[in-house]
């Protein structure tokens, strides 16, 4: 499969993924889950999704969990809402680069302050 091909097919993945988590997924441990990114391989057989959850670490836990018991259920989804020949086996990954860009940020901010 071509480059932008793929690329296309993972934005739509995306979307649909963030839709289906924030209206259809009704699962109480599902905290504030955003996706991050999507990598599907050329063959589109399997897609990694990369998650980012706002907060703790039990909040990721539990998050993580639910994705995981619901993998079966968004792969279900996607064979409906797309039109793809093949629907890829979904592999929930957690992304945390916005918390560790947040950390960052904060140390350069207390450095900034102490400096003055």
Known sequence: ??????????????????????????????????????????????AKIFVSVLGSDAQWKASM????????????????????RVTPDVDFRPDRSMEHAARIQSILRKVQDEGR
């Open 1 to 46: 499969m071509q480059g932008k091909r793929l690329d296309r097919v993972n934005q739509l993945i995306k979307e649909e993924i963030s839709m289906l988590l924030h209206r259809e997924l009704k699962d109480p441990r599902l905290g504030f889950v955003t996706v991050t990114e999507v990598e599907t391989s050329k063959d589109l057989r399997a």
């Open 65 to 84: 969990a639910a994705l995981e018991s619901a993998r079966g259920f968004v792969r279900n989804w996607l064979r409906q809402h797309l039109d793809l």
